[in-house]
C-alpha cells in the first residue's frame, strides 16, 4: 500500500523530470532519477512515471542508463504499451562500441518479460552469441533462457540450439557454464543438455579454469554421463582427483558425489572416495560460517551410515564449544553417539556429562537423550551418570532423564532394577507432560519393585480433576490398571475412586471410553484383564540392534550434496514425542509401496512336510537355482523401518489365525515359505560377519539376538526386481525371520548328563515313540531324517506380490549365504 502524500511526491519528480533546465544538467538529471529509484524503494507508486523515465534512458551516462532501466524492469508488466517505446532505445544501445553498454541493453531488454516484445529481442541475442566480447556473450545465452521462459510452449529453434552447443568451446569459461545452465533450461523436457564424451572430456579439462560455483555446476551436470569402458572411467576419476580434496566443499561435495554416481559398481573405489573426503569434511567443521558447519555435520552422519569407523579417531574434533549454536552442538552429539566405542566411551560420557547442565534446555535434553543412547550398549556407565543428573532436582532435567529411562528399560530390560531405585521420590520435580507420561509407564510396569509406586499414583489420582493433559490422564488410568493387577490391596480403592471420575465426571471422550474399557475388562476377570494389560516390557529381540544397522551406499549416495541430510536427524529425540514404548508408531515414507503392502488380506502357506513342499536343504540350492528361468536383482529400497517390519510380520500372522490355512490358499497376492536349512555354525556368528555377508547380496538385516543365545533369530527384507517379460519390470517385497531354538541339542545334552535310571526311561520313551512312529507309517530312516531337519536353522519367508519362481530364487541366494558362513566359521 502506497504511503500517504505519495500523489505529491510523484507530482514534484513529474515537474523535475519534465524541467529543461534539470535536461541541461547532467548532474542534477541524475540525481532526480536517483530520487525517483529510492522513492520506489520505500513504496511509493512511481508508476506513474514511467513515460518520463522512458525518455531519461536515451543518455551517455552509463550510470543513469543502469538507474532507469532498474525502473523500466520493475513497472514493464503494468505498462505494456508504454514499453514498446524504450525497444528503439535499446536495440541502439546493442550496437554501442561499448561492450558494457551492449551487454547492459541485452540484460534488460530480456528482464522486461513481456510476451509482446519477443520479436524484438531475437535479431539482437543471436548477434550477441557471435559478439567479439565475452561479456556481452554470457548476458546472450542467458537471455536466450529467459526467451524460452516466456514461451515455453513455442517449438525450439535449433539453430539457437546448435549455436548454443558451438558455444560450448568458447574461450571463457563463463560462457561455456552459461551454455549449459540455457540448454538445461530449454531441453527440459528432452532430459536436459545431452553429455557425451567429447563434451565430458572438455568439461572436465577445463573445469579448473570455472570458479567455485561453476565447477560444481559442471559436476552435476556429468552425473548423467555414463563411462563407455573401465578406461575412461579411470580417466574420469584422475582428472577429477585434484576435486575431490579441493580446499572449497562446495567443490569437494559435488566431486564426491559424481565419484559416488560414476563408480557403483566399483565399492572399493567408493570407500577410497570416502576415506578422501574425511580430512575436507573435517576441516569444514571447523569452518567460520554456522551454516557451512551444520551442513558438514550432516553430510558426516550420511557418511557414518556405511562407515560408521570413519571419523573414530577424531572424535574430539566433534565436541561441542561454549559458543556455539544449540542446532550444532545437538548435530555434534548424534554424530558423537555414532563414534562410541570401547577406548573412547568414558571420555564422551564425561563430555557429555558437562552438556546436561548446558544453559539451553534443548540442548541439555539433547545431551541427556545421547547417554541413553549410549547406554543401550554401555548400561551401567550411563546409568550412574543419569542417576546423578535427578539428584540436581531441576525440571527439565529430571524429565529428561526420566523418559531416557524409561526408553532405556525397554531396549535393555536388565537395567530394569537400577532405574526403579532411582524414579523413586522425583515425582514431586516433575511438571511437563512427557515427564509425567514417562513416570507413570514406569509405574505400570514396574510397579511391584517400586516401594512407593502406589503413594505417588495416589498423589496423582487426587489432582487428576485439575489435570490438563489427556495424555497424562489416559497414561494414569492404564498404569493404575497395571498396578492393580500386581498391588490389588494397596491399589483397589484409588482405581475405584479414578475410573468413577473418569465415567460419570469427565468431558474428553477419549479418557472416559477408555476408562469404561476397563470398568467392562475388569468385570471379564482378572485373568482376562491381565491378559491383555501385561504386555511385553521389552522386546530383546528386535532391539539388539544398537543405533543402525550398517547401510549400503547406493541408500544414500543420490541424496549426497542435496538437502536431503539437512531433513534428517530431527527424529532423533525419539522419546520426545511418545507416551509408551509399546505405543510407538510410524509413518509410512512418501514414495514407497507399503500402502499396497498393508492392504493384503490372504496368504498361502507351504510347510516342509506337505507333499508339495521344497526340497530338502542338502539338495535346495541347487533345485531351486535350476528353477529360476528369470534374472532376479536385489535392491534395499524402499527402506523399511523396525516398526513397518514388524507391523507387515505381526498383521500377516493375525490374519493367517483369523482365517484359517484353507481360505489362505484361495488368494493368490500372497505366499509364506518355511524350510530347514542345516547350518548349525550360523547363530555362533559374528552379528558384523553376518550383516557384512547379507549385505553383499543386498539383503538387509533389521535385528537379531545375540550370538551363543537361545532361540536365536534374525529378521531381513529385500526388494526383489526382475522382468517377466520384455517391457514389463515387476517387484515384489520378501520378509524374512531366521530361527534356531536349539532344542535338539539340549535334549542331546540331557541325555549325556543323566544317570542310569534316568537313561533306561529316556530309553523307554525313545523305544515307544519309535514304536507310535512305526504304526503311523514312518520308518526309523524317515524319523531320523525328520529329525536331522529339526536341528538346523529354520527360514520362514513371507512375500508380497505372490511370484513362487522369485521366492525359490530367493530362498537359494539366502541358502547359498548361509552355507558359505557356516563353512567358514567351521
Request: charge should be negative.
Amino acid at each position: 500500500m502506497p504511503y500517504l502524500g505519495s500523489e505529491d511526491t510523484v507530482r514534484e519528480l513529474r515537474r523535475a523530470l519534465s524541467n529543461p533546465n534539470v535536461h541541461s544538467d547532467h548532474l542534477r538529471y541524475r540525481n532526480t532519477v536517483l530520487k525517483v529509484i529510492r522513492a520506489m524503494s520505500q513504496g511509493l507508486d512511481v508508476s506513474g512515471l514511467f513515460s518520463e523515465m522512458v525518455k531519461a534512458c536515451a543518455t551517455v551516462d552509463i550510470v543513469q542508463k543502469k538507474l532507469v532501466y532498474v525502473f523500466l524492469c520493475s513497472y514493464a508488466t503494468l505498462n505494456p504499451e508504454l514499453s514498446l517505446l524504450v525497444i528503439n532505445t535499446l536495440r541502439k544501445d546493442c550496437q554501442d562500441p561499448n561492450p558494457m553498454v551492449r551487454s547492459l541493453a541485452l540484460r534488460n531488454m530480456t528482464n522486461l518479460r513481456l510476451p509482446s516484445l519477443v520479436e524484438y529481442v531475437e535479431q539482437p541475442l543471436t548477434a550477441g552469441l557471435r559478439d567479439r566480447a565475452a561479456c556481452v556473450r554470457r548476458v546472450a545465452v542467458l537471455g536466450w533462457a529467459k526467451l524460452h521462459n516466456l514461451q515455453t510452449n513455442s517449438e525450439i529453434d535449433a539453430a539457437v540450439v546448435n549455436e548454443l552447443y558451438s558455444l560450448l568451446r568458447d574461450p571463457d569459461p563463463v560462457v561455456m557454464v552459461n551454455c549449459l545452465r540455457a540448454l538445461e533450461e530449454i531441453l527440459k523436457e528432452e532430459g536436459g543438455v545431452a553429455i557425451n564424451k567429447p563434451i565430458t572430456h572438455h568439461l572436465l579439462n577445463r573445469l579448473k579454469e570455472c570458479d567455485i560455483w561453476s565447477q560444481c555446476e559442471v559436476l552435476r551436470i556429468l552425473q548423467r554421463y555414463r563411462p563407455q569402458s573401465d578406461d575412461e572411467l579411470f580417466d574420469i576419476l584422475s582428472l577429477l582427483d585434484t576435486s575431490l580434496v579441493s580446499p572449497h566443499s562446495p567443490v569437494m561435495a559435488a566431486t564426491l558425489s559424481l565419484f559416488l554416481s560414476l563408480c557403483s559398481g566399483l565399492p572399493t573405489v567408493r570407500l577410497a572416495a570416502l576415506e578422501r573426503v574425511r580430512g575436507p569434511l573435517l576441516a569444514t567443521c571447523g569452518s567460520v560460517s554456522r551454516e557451512m558447519r551444520f551442513t558438514a555435520l550432516c553430510h558426516i552422519q550420511l557418511l557414518l551410515r556405511s562407515l560408521p569407523g570413519l571419523m573414530g579417531a577424531h572424535y574430539k574434533r566433534f565436541f561441542c564449544g561454549y559458543a556455539e549454536p544449540a542446532y550444532i552442538k545437538q548435530r555434534k552429539m548424534q554424530v558423537l553417539v555414532e563414534l562410541v566405542n570401547d577406548e573412547n566411551v568414558a571420555m564422551l560420557l564425561d563430555e557429555l556429562r558437562g552438556y546436561c547442565t548446558d544453559v539451553n534446555t534443548d540442548t541439555a535434553q539433547a545431551a541427556i537423550s545421547a547417554i541413553g543412547r549410549i547406554g543401550r550398549s554401555y548400561s551401567d556407565r550411563c546409568l550412574e551418570i543419569l542417576t546423578e543428573l535427578l539428584g540436581l532436582k531441576q525440571e527439565h532435567i529430571t524429565s529428561a532423564v526420566v523418559q531416557t529411562m524409561r526408553d532405556l528399560v525397554w531396549v535393555c530390560p536388565q537395567c530394569s532394577d537400577t532405574v526403579c531405585l532411582a524414579v523413586e521420590g522425583c515425582e514431586e520435580t516433575l511438571q511437563d507432560n512427557q515427564g509425567r507420561q514417562a513416570l507413570l509407564w514406569l509405574l505400570g510396569v514396574y510397579g511391584e519393585r517400586v516401594s512407593s509406586a502406589p503413594y505417588t499414583l495416589e498423589v496423582f489420582i487426587d489432582g487428576v480433576r485439575s489435570e490438563a493433559s489427556l495424555a497424562v490422564k489416559m497414561e494414569l488410568l492404564t498404569a493404575t490398571m497395571r498396578l492393580f493387577l500386581c498391588r490389588p490391596a494397596e491399589t483397589q480403592d484409588m482405581l475405584g475412586r479414578l475410573l468413577h471420575y473418569c465415567i460419570e465426571e469427565e468431558t474428553d471422550m477419549c479418557v472416559r471410553d477408555q476408562a469404561l474399557l476397563y470398568y467392562r475388562l475388569l468385570h471379564c476377570g482378572i485373568e482376562e484383564t491381565r491378559k491383555v494389560l501385561h504386555g511385553r516390557r521389552s522386546d530383546p529381540s528386535l532391539g539388539v540392534l544398537i543405533g543402525r544397522p550398517v547401510e549400503s551406499i547406493s541408500q544414500w549416495a543420490c541424496s549426497f550434496n542435496t538437502l536431503e541430510p539437512l531433513r534428517q536427524g530431527t527424529i532423533e529425540t525419539e522419546s520426545a514425542s511418545r507416551g509408551s514404548p509399546e505405543h510407538m508408531t510410524f509413518d509410512p515414507k512418501p514414495n514407497t509401496d507399503l500402502s499396497e503392502t498393508l492392504n493384503c488380506s490372504h496368504e498361502e502357506r507351504v510347510t516342509s512336510g506337505s507333499d508339495s513342499a521344497i526340497h530338502r536343504a542338502d539338495s535346495s540350492a541347487d533345485v531351486l537355482a535350476s528353477s529360476v528361468t528369470v534374472p532376479l536383482s536385489l535392491s534395499f529400497s524402499p527402506a523399511l523401518s523396525p516398526e513397518e517390519f514388524e507391523c507387515l510380520w505381526l498383521q500377516r500372522q493375525a490374519l493367517h489365525a483369523e482365517q484359517g490355512p484353507e481360505k489362505m490358499k484361495e488368494e493368490e497376492d500372497y505366499v509364506c515359505m518355511e524350510e530347514r536349512v542345516k547350518c548349525p555354525a550360523i547363530p555362533h556368528c559374528s552379528p558384523q560377519s553376518l550383516q557384512a555377508a547379507m549385505q553383499l547380496v543386498n539383503i538387509q538385516t533389521l535385528a537379531f539376538t545375540p550370538p551363543h543365545t537361545l532361540p536365536w533369530r534374525v529378521y531381513l527384507y529385500t526388494h526383489t526386481h526382475h522382468a517377466r517379460s520384455a517391457d514389463t519390470p515387476h517387484s515384489t517385497l520378501i520378509l524374512g525371520e531366521l530361527l534356531y531354538t536349539g532344542e535338539a541339542n539340549q535334549k542331546a545334552g540331557v541325555k549325556k548328563g543323566t544317570g542310569d535310571r534316568e537313561a533306561v526311561v529316556e530309553g523307554r520313551e525313545d523305544k515307544q515313540m519309535t514304536e507310535e512312529a512305526t504304526a503311523d507309517g514312518l520308518s526309523g530312516g524317515e524319523m531320523m531324517r525328520k529329525d536331522r531337519e529339526e536341528e538346523g536353522v529354520k527360514v520362514t519367508l513371507k512375500q508380497q506380490p505372490r511370484d513362487e519362481k522369485v521366492l525359490k530364487g530367493f530362498l537359494s541366494i539366502l541358502i547359498t549365504v548361509l552355507h558359505t558362513l557356516s563353512s567358514e566359521r567351521a
